[in-house]
């Protein structure tokens, strides 16, 4: 069936340095990709989606590129911010939007100052 | 301010009392959902809703019932809570347009199954 798996974690970088969690699924056709942060106490909350092969998400300075030839979807951030600290999962529907989502098992960053 | 609310944030129970968690959005959303997250497994999709009165399972539906008499409604229904049900719960509601869609998440159930 359909799964995403996503690096183990926690991570644990320091303010200003580069940042990859990797992303990688299984699905027959062609799924939408979404990466959603979680915040301490807090719900998750969309970061950016992409929903077809070369398209690239973007917000908050992240990025993920879908790509179809490696099945993955990795996260970047160019320089993090202690503030960036949370669970990040990323996630793919079958059906095109957000009606079915099949998550990754989440990734813990902390970002120390 | 737009949101999804849950009710109750915290709920201990005991293996097989009845239990209603409620989740509310004011935001007219027709798409509504449900999912339980645990360590080691992330979020787990329980059932959702594509508007009043239409329900689907997700991947994890077994011990839960949902309904959706109204749009800004969508309450999850333990009837017989067992200990495998502990767990943080989370409600979803979806705005969508021509060109995007975005979940909004309630805060989150944490429930114990004792």
């Known amino acids: 069936g359909d799964s995403v798996t996503q690096m183990e974690g926690p991570v644990t970088l320091s303010e200003e340095a580069f940042l990859t969690i990797n992303c990688t699924y299984t699905a027959t056709g062609y799924p939408s990709l979404f990466w959603y942060v979680q915040y301490p106490g807090e719900g998750l909350q969309l970061l950016l989606k992409?929903?077809?092969?070369?398209d690239k998400g973007s917000n908050k300075g992240f990025e993920a590129t879908y790509r179809k030839e490696t099945t993955s979807f990795h996260l970047e951030k160019g320089s993090v911010q202690v503030s960036d600290s949370a669970v990040y999962f990323c996630a793919l529907s079958r059906q095109g939007g957000s009606e079915k989502l099949v998550f990754g098992k989440g990734t813990k960053l902390t970002v120390n100052p | 301010e737009a949101q999804v609310t849950q009710n109750p944030r915290y709920l201990i129970t005991v293996t097989g009392k009845k239990l209603t968690v409620t989740c509310s959005q004011n935001?007219?959303?027709?798409?509504m959902s449900w999912y339980r997250q645990d360590p080691g497994l992330g979020l787990r999709q329980i059932y959702y809703?594509?508007?009043?009165?239409?329900?689907d399972k997700g991947d994890v539906p077994e011990g839960y019932k949902v309904s959706r008499k109204e749009k800004r409604n969508f309450p999850l229904i333990l009837e017989s809570p067992s200990p495998n049900q502990t767990s943080l719960y989370f409600c979803?509601?979806?705005?969508?347009?021509?060109?995007?869609?975005?979940?909004?998440f309630g805060s989150g159930t944490q429930l114990s199954v004792l």
């Open positions: 809703s594509m508007n009043v009165e239409v329900t």
């Open positions: 935001m007219n959303h027709e798409y």
């Open positions: 979803a509601s979806r705005q969508q347009t021509a060109t995007n869609e975005k979940l909004f």
């Open positions: 992409a929903t077809k092969a070369d």
